[in-house]
DNA sequence: GATGAATGAGTTTTCATTCAT
DNA sequence: TATGAATGAAAACTCATTCAT
């Protein structure tokens, strides 16, 4: 078997055991196990247990980047380009449970690759919250910005949210996108100008 | 010393070393170390590894939960109810960064104790939920009610609010509150009557 | 077992097992095996393989140095001293066969520790150097000193002839005694004088 | 590429493998990427790792040999002989540093091969023996033969003599030739008759 | 002639936990 | 109340070696 298939199978089965307990909790045999090859493979496909995690966050991080990137046209109305943006969001949620638990799912500080963690966090944060911005209803009445706090304020919720969502199965799609939506324009222009 | 003192002293060093890399990467020789104790004792006086970790969340869950309702009498007129219970959770956020991430800051999935810690959160967020709502003005126009997912998205906003805080020391607590305010009157009438 | 005790029992079976094939090929297991403990204890007292190694060779270049620097008191006249000096070399060399080869009988460079190693070489063939000095009979006639370079090519004459006589136990101690004897006798008035 | 050149190749990148930190220490990952080919060549080409590892011993040796051989011919005088063949040696060290090592630098006891190269050293020591036999100058008032240790003693006293020598570069290689060379000329002559 | 893919068995090291004192 | 001594089990990682192509 190819080398690049191996490693997409790998990454595959690695999700959820990396999403099970954590980094920490997550054991290099049990990964092995569940892609069906040996230990030796994995390290000389990624390295260390590091290298994994990495390869793994990353190929995670850029499919979440990808999608909403691409959702949304500039022919869609600001309100509807928000909401198939927020819908697209969730729609990963739901589809990359394990993956968005790795990357959004654990305190970061110490772990190793903390700082890579972080950083890939922030430029998520970052192009959520361009794209909020340029989602929203232009109103020449009430000028506003995003301004950093209530940004991180917004996304945070949106994490909160999707978290909270993972274990509560019985709330659909529609139903939290509905949520956030009227959460996003609720809570934008209550950003106070001025404020840093 | 007496049991209850030493207790306390050994919870106060778990929360940096649980936060630190989550429940896993916690290693008892350290807590021990830290304390100025042996082993043996950790576990005469909490059992086991899940012993301690279920004693020092509980320790936490309750102080906030006790700061929370605490905050805010009712001769406080509503606004400035949810304002002292506001500045009261950033304070709390503040003097207890680590007990804040043990608490709320892991995936609960597969962790041990998963159960009791998803209890627990569970118990705080509901309270937050009560004393958000009942902290808002009431308005007949707008009749609402604080619905899970908001309490969480809202939740989740003021961690991600504290968080860009601690590192912004230019933003003065009053700001930030203030801002905080200004979301959760926002935000919570956006909640869709009917979900959940 | 006190810790103390232990230690040196554990130093004791290390020795076999460094000098068999050298640091590479030790392994904790073996040491821990002969030593009748299980491995973390290996850990708990000595901190690592490198560890282990590190107090190993300390203790036999240790006791190698005191039982040279009290062979051959003062009263003894110079050519007795030398002999004295030399046969306790000699000896401890025929008691310690392990540790002479741990200590001298590997390739240094690029070992683990390889410096600390080197250094303590170094200091061994500094203290034996001073010695074959101050032991040799002064000669009004033919004044000389040890220059460096003679000190070094006596001192690994010896490390040589060690090793080649612990592979021929059928030469007796006296005999490769009287070797040495001679070879440092006639060697050291060849130093020419102004080489460095 | 023939097969000749490349197992040349491949025997010349793992000197320094081997001289690094001995045979275990050495990988066979390590030398197939320095020579720049597959591990299955090495394993075509050598058989195992010990096979490698006899094979540049033996080229090794086998060059030493050589070259000592051929130094100071027989029309030389005797002294001129020996200083001839003195300064081959030395000039061999300062160019095999590694193969040097590897040969004579790492006790034998338990090694793989332990008995091959035993074998290969006695042979080596043995030729060198007579070499420095045949090359002093003949002195009927003082016959004597040089004894198997001693002749290691004098080759100690040359490695030993390399080595600082290295480390002293200000130093010609004239002058430590001479100074071997006048270690020789008295050394040899205090071999004891009778031993071994 | 040459190699990418693969692994069984081994390495050092750490951890939660217990017991005799 | 308190601990030094001790360990079974499991972790991450490496190595010499082979096979299908």
Tied chains: 1, 2, 3, 4.
Excluded: C
């Amino acid at each position: 078997m190819p080398r690049a298939l191996r490693e997409q199978q790998i990454l595959d089965v690695a999700g959820p055991v990396f999403a099970g307990g954590g980094y920490h909790a997550a054991s290099m045999d049990e990964i092995a196990a569940r892609a069906g090859v040996s230990k030796p493979m994995l390290y000389t496909y990624f390295g260390s247990k590091e290298g994994l995690y990495f390869a793994y966050i990353h190929r995670t991080g850029r499919e979440l980047l990808d999608r909403l990137l691409a959702a949304g046209g500039p022919s869609d109305p600001p309100l509807a380009r928000l909401r198939l943006r927020i819908s697209e969001f969730f729609a990963f949620v739901e589809q990359h449970r394990d993956g968005w638990r790795v990357l959004f799912g654990e305190v970061t500080s110490n772990r190793p690759l903390a700082e890579e963690v972080a950083e890939l966090r922030r430029r998520i944060a970052e192009t959520v919250r361009r794209m909020l911005e340029s989602s929203l209803p232009e109103n020449a009445d009430v000028p506003w910005a995003l301004s950093d706090g209530i940004a991180h304020a917004i996304v945070g919720a949106g994490e909160s949210l999707a978290n909270w969502w993972l274990e509560h199965p019985e709330v659909s799609r529609e139903e939290v996108v509905d949520l956030y939506v009227g959460v996003v324009q609720a809570a934008a222009p209550a950003a106070p100008r001025g404020v840093r």
